[in-house]
T-cell receptor, first 114, second 112 residues
Framework: DVKVTQSSRYLVKRTGEKVFLECVQDMDHENMFWYRQDPGLGLRLIYFSYDVKMKEKGDIPEGYSVSREKKERFSLILESASTNQTSMYLC?????????????FGDGTRLSIL | GNSVTQMEGPVTLSEEAFLTINCTYTATGYPSLFWYVQYPGEGLQLLLKATKADDKGSNKGFEATYRKETTSFHLEKGSVQVSDSAVYFCALGDTGRRALTFGSGTRLQVQP
């Protein structure tokens, strides 16, 4: 079974801090994704990566950056955390697609910015 | 662009009731369609999928049929259980965009 592991289930940080959310997958997947989940809004794509050191902006990249130095690890960085970034963050991975493949999700990190 | 619209929740049912959660989509081309489920405190799990028109995806008693003519992928289950209480997400994927497009989610509460 694919396992996607997010480093923290719950995280509390202060406004202005630099915050790192880590995600590791064990299935050698090329594609990795960061989503944000908010009530009534579903999942919104922040960034994704299709290869090491490669990244593309999603629908809501403002205030975030990402890093993918190794294939199995994809980090989401909040450069200067703000209260409107309080949310559930979900990481996902999938194999490369010539046809669409399902994504595999981690359990999420619930981030609170005070 | 792609979009997915789901019926709003919460949906509250009694055990053994029939479930329908509506999902319609807008997309160019021929997308693949998915239902994901999120149990409390967990991430999303793939529930079922369909990759072409008239395909029926099924799993754990849940079913959904890809209807191109009505651009719909409604989720159904004949007899729900308390353990089915969760949030259900409809999603769409196509080869032109690597990430999936998700609906807003529908919370299902099943009462004993």
């Amino acid at each position: 079974d694919v396992k996607v592991t997010q480093s923290s289930r719950y995280l509390v940080k202060r406004t202005g801090e630099k915050v790192f959310l880590e995600c590791v997958q064990d299935m050698d997947h090329e594609n990795m994704f960061w989503y944000r989940q908010d009530p009534g809004l579903g999942l919104r794509l922040i960034y994704f990566s299709y290869d090491v050191k490669m990244k593309e902006k999603g629908d809501i990249p403002e205030g975030y950056s990402v890093s993918r130095e190794k294939k199995e690890r994809f980090s989401l960085i909040l450069e200067s955390a703000s209260t409107n970034q309080t949310s559930m963050y979900l990481c996902a991975s999938s194999p490369p697609f010539q046809t669409v493949k399902p994504q595999h999700f981690g359990d999420g990190t619930r981030l609170s910015i005070l | 662009g792609n979009s997915v619209t789901q019926m709003e929740g919460p949906v509250t049912l009694s055990e053994e009731a029939f479930l329908t959660i509506n999902c319609t989509y807008t997309a160019t081309g021929y997308p693949s369609l998915f239902w994901y489920v999120q149990y409390p405190g967990e991430g999303l799990q793939l529930l079922l999928k369909a990759t072409k028109a008239d395909d029926k995806g099924s799993n754990k008693g849940f079913e959904a049929t890809y209807r191109k003519e009505t651009t719909s992928f409604h989720l159904e289950k004949g007899s729900v259980q308390v353990s089915d209480s969760a949030v259900y997400f409809c999603a769409l994927g196509d080869t032109g965009r690597r990430a999936l497009t998700f609906g807003s989610g529908t919370r299902l509460q099943v009462q004993p």
